[in-house]
């Protein structure tokens, strides 16, 4: 199974962003690369191949779900596993978003400490989810 290395962090929020970066690479010793956008993300996706997506499911114009339809469009991006951050965590949201094929939903809030092996782990049971 390949290491998990590099993670593209799509949120608009800078103040989740600073978080979540300084968690992944402080705790988990992960590259981050930060995108505020659907586009950028697909943008910078495309252009430096991340491991793995962790992506808003509420943003302005492009939402989480309309950003991951768009990544698995484009062929050199499908296979690349998602996971959403959201606030919206109800049973059936969670089984919404599973249902779209990202292996694992993370809540906000999150904790920062254990973020990483939270993140970590989802990585690892992902051939067992899907």
Do not use: C, H
């Not at 929020?13 to 970066?21: N, R, Y």
């Not at 049973?91 to 094929?101: D, I, K, M, Q, T």
């Amino acid at each position: 199974m390949p290491e998990l290395r590099r993670i593209l962090q799509v949120e608009d929020d800078p103040d989740i962003q600073a978080v979540v970066k300084m968690a992944l690479e402080a705790l988990g010793g992960f590259e981050v690369e930060l995108a505020d956008s659907g586009q950028e993300a697909i943008e910078l996706a495309g252009r430096n191949r991340p491991d793995l997506i962790l992506l808003d499911v509420m943003m302005p114009g492009m939402d989480g779900p309309d950003t991951l339809a768009r990544l698995r469009r484009e062929p050199e991006l499908a296979q690349v596993p998602v996971i959403f951050m959201t606030a919206k965590v109800q049973p059936s949201e969670v089984a919404a978003y599973r249902a779209l094929g990202v292996i694992g939903v993370i809540a906000k809030p999150f904790d920062a400490m254990t973020l990483a092996s939270l993140v970590q782990a989802m990585w690892e049971s992902r051939d067992q989810v899907n």
